[in-house]
């Protein structure tokens, strides 16, 4: 059964990605997009910079972008929106309040008590949040968000280890310089450089990652009680953030029990999660962001490294950060509403 | 006083490294200088592909190559070394038992427990190891050893924060790729690209952090019984290692105690060590590898980003691999030699 | 109707290449690899060091790899070679005395006035050489060359306009780092830094150009009496070369013309041509290497920025340097030989 | 003797460069700096966002940062403008109207004819146009220019080849990011591509070189007549602008001719030129940005790879594009101004 959708936000570098996951797509059908008022009017093609290497699908080229107001837009089972998070803040809750159901990549309202916050294969469960949600807002709409890039690389291998009780994480990443938007990185800044400090992201994996791994009663979401310590860097790469983690459990494991649990969980199946969820390699110099940030469409999260430290497990894990770590995670969460029935 | 020196292995990356920094030094006059067999016998100029922006000195250019041995050198007060480990472990112990006295930046048995390692303005005072040395080898020459690069980044601000009982280290680092020599990484292995794994340095780090901040007794060197966990990155910048470190103490440290024991710590005062050793950035996206890593003609190290995490001190910390963490860790080495009467 | 091949330097850059475009190859079927003696009796995916981002192919990953040698390999109908032209010297003709049929890519031999040196879609008619070749060879097998990658990004785009008269090329090429091989260029060479020289590669532009627009009247081959003159530059770059051309008539030519030209050429049909053979980009900033090297499977001519010089056309190429300008190179040569019906 | 000199958008790179090149000069003092109304009233250090590696100088660190407005500046003897050209368009003439002797880098004007575009070693004779100036505009101050970055790394080689009778010139650029200001190509379009257009750069080097190449009668100048025809392309490189250039003249010249000329030619000796003006690599794989750049304080022309071609001779040539090309360019006029007495 095919829904229509929209893009909030079409035109930057998080949507373009979306349109590009959503044009093929067996299940949604675009019919909207919008935009800042300077593109509003123009047909699609025109307003955006189209910086993709593969061409502007067909079936958006001549959308005429809308402003992005939930009176100028027609009716849409779903919206995905990759609004800049000071623009989402203020007009995604317009959008729910108008009946509109929202899979959010924006940062705003991640860590509000009644919005969920969803990788489907970690933590589906929490949808159940939306009940609370429109108790406590009065919407007919919902609003889903997906976590941080850097956040979803790591979760997925954190909550395949949860087996083991995991009481502390320590993660350092190494950002490609896409997560930060089309212009965020200028080119002076980042060859042959690296930079240690990427604004607000550290604090963003910590909650959200205790967050995600939390539990939900069907009333209210507890978070998990690890604790979680990140330093985040960015480095002259394009595309694929990956990470190096260090996790520490209440039982032990070994390797082969980590990888074990990573090899074998999967969590949930939906149209665009890949089978398996986590690649494990063997060779310990692998994964490497240009080699695997593609598999499976660029959903995949790949590991490897896995070595014993005194205090846990040592591992690498990587994503594509515009695909799994941003456009692939909202149209996973827009899979998984139109699962439970919230389209 | 002037004494003169050579130079092992003085074709290579970390070779011509030495001979920029010797060939000012107000201290040491270049003599002679080695390597492999097929340069034996050719000036220095031809036998050397260049390969630094500056010039290659004059007082080199003309000097011929010997073979790496000692009947075919001239007889010198100190020689340093930057031979392939393969080599050196050959060849260094033979210039030893000759008399000479060696300064080398080589891996090999930089864990032999009758082998100072030696960070000058960390552990000067291992130096006292050399007694044992001799008496237990019988050599008239002695050799010190200077650690790895990735390594020496980050001892000397450990050792700074060592008052408060350090008691644990994770660190992830964001290595420059002329660590590995000058052909060690393709273009194609790491443009648009980060590798999780360099071969034993995690191991490296981890062994070598313990032994120089370790205790000598004046007969035996015990090792700080600290643990450290490293994880290890090549990433697509030129020179300078990146490192982010957690750190733990036994006595809690807030930010303001740890910025002041780094800013306050400067060990030992020689011709090349930097004043202050350490400088702390306060703005938290510094220090980065191409603003930075020339600092102090590359000997000084930098750090920056303090922020408490849950179990105590998180920073970064940068310093030139192949000048502070290389050919620049073996002149100062040097430089305690004479210091210290071994010359 | 499915003909079996064979890969000689089955494990190189370009033999894996070769293998990815192979595999899902309607009309051939890989029967045969080899490599060096090292690699001999291994299945290939422990022969092969695979560096390409898609995963080795199934029906290769088994076959046991072959020392180069006639002797060694089974028999079929048609043998790819992708060896370094110091052994291709050496071993292709005796495969071609053997009976073989071969598609090579190396460089020896290229000039050789009785060796078809071919871009399907620009000289066909060449391959009547082979001919002549086995006239004065006394071969059953027959040796057809592609040029090299640089030439061929550029040559398509001459042919097209030669119809106004070509008279005079001036080229300046910005060729990826891939095309030197996967050790060719180390990172130290090239990060934040471009070569202005690669060996020979200029006299390969100017001398196969001429070959390629020369004219062959059954029994000689007559060089194109163009001038050509080329300046080679090593960029920054993974894949793709980017060339700045400027085209001299005898007759004049508006740039209304050579788009024209250009987008009309189309050569020949064969089942890995790309149709249009050659893009042409309105926009002058295209095309760029990473947005554009990949269309049409890495195998179409790009061109852009087509603006009147003082004395003709003034415009940029582009083609992916390991595809179109070598494997890819070396495919249409063997379609055309099966076309041609001497498999 | 000193003058004193102010810098006109001294926030920017360029006028950071012209800081860090004024600081340490013997005949300068700085003591008035421009900036946007956003910078004004603030301490240098703080409205300046520093970028260079070394510090920024204690001398300006304090300096009130004034509005670009010839009533908010001390007076002073001479300015340097690096002021956006839309902003120098409108305001350098004031500041000449007011009485102010401009050394001016922005591109507006840089074609009036009343306006002198000078390299000092390659036409300093043309200053002579400043008497026009003055009577045709009325003004006491007067206004230099310096030419494009692009421009600048070619013309004095075209110079010193001039004895030959320079007829026709063909150039490629390969230029470094930092050509387009600190923010002006983001990491996203440049990492792994290149860009083969720059807008206005083209026909900024072709008819810049001709004026400078131009002869001047004490009356009027006339632009030489050679044609000169450029491609410019944007490259993954910091800073060094490398160029392929071919020259044809109505004399022949060998190589040997050409190196001989190049070597020889000096032109004027001010304290900023380097000695020689033209440094000639016998190796022809330099000069190389990285390895090359810096020469003599970033102020060397380098040039390699001399050859002859069919039609004259075709060499490289490289200069750093923010010391040689921007401010060490308007630093250079205005130590010809204070020799000349304009000050």
Chains 1, 2, 3, 4 share one sequence.
Not at 54 to 70: L, R
Not at 132 to 137: E, G, I, N, Y
Request: proline content about 6%.
């Amino acid at each position: 059964m095919t829904h229509t959708v929209g893009v909030l936000g079409a035109t930057g570098a998080v949507g373009q990605r979306l349109i590009q996951l959503l044009d093929p797509h067996p299940d949604f059908e675009i019919e909207a997009l919008t935009a800042s008022s300077e593109s509003a009017g123009k047909p699609y093609r025109k307003a955006a910079k189209w910086r993709i290497s593969t061409p502007i699908p067909d079936s958006v080229a001549e959308i005429t972008v809308a402003e992005t107001d939930p009176d100028a837009i027609p009716d849409v089972d779903l919206l995905f929106s990759s609004l800049p998070s000071s623009v989402g803040e203020r007009v995604e809750s317009d959008f729910c309040e108008a009946g509109y159901v929202v899979s959010s990549n924006s940062s705003n309202q991640r860590m509000a008590e009644d919005v969920p916050l969803v990788i489907p294969e970690v933590n589906a469960d929490h949808l159940g949040l939306l009940e609370v949600q429109r108790d406590s807002r009065g919407w007919d709409g919902a609003m889903v968000k997906n976590p941080n890039c850097s956040t979803i690389t790591m979760v997925p291998t954190l909550k395949a280890l949860d087996e083991f009780g995991l009481s502390r994480v320590h993660v350092a990443t190494l950002q490609a310089v896409s997560g930060a938007g089309y212009s965020g990185v200028t080119s002076m800044e980042i060859i042959d450089n690296a930079i240690p400090h990427i604004g607000g992201e550290e604090e963003k994996m910590e909650s959200e990652s205790k967050k995600l791994l939390g539990s939900f009663d069907g009333a209210e979401l507890a978070a998990h009680d690890a604790t979680v310590s990140a330093s985040c860097n960015r480095i002259p790469t394009l595309d694929g953030h990956l990470e190096n983690v260090w996790a520490e459990f209440e039982a032990g494991a070994t390797v082969e029990d980590a990888v074990e649990a990573m090899e074998s969980y999967q969590g949930i199946d939906l149209p665009s999660s890949p089978d398996p969820l986590i690649r494990v390699f063997e060779e310990p110099e692998r994964p490497q962001p240009r080699l695997d940030r593609e598999r499976e469409n660029g959903m995949q999260i790949c590991a490897g490294g896995l070595r014993e430290s005194e205090t846990g497990i040592q591992y690498n894990c990587l994503a594509h950060n515009t695909l799994r770590g941003a456009a692939g995670a909202s149209v996973l969460n827009g899979e998984l509403l139109a699962k439970e029935g919230y389209l």
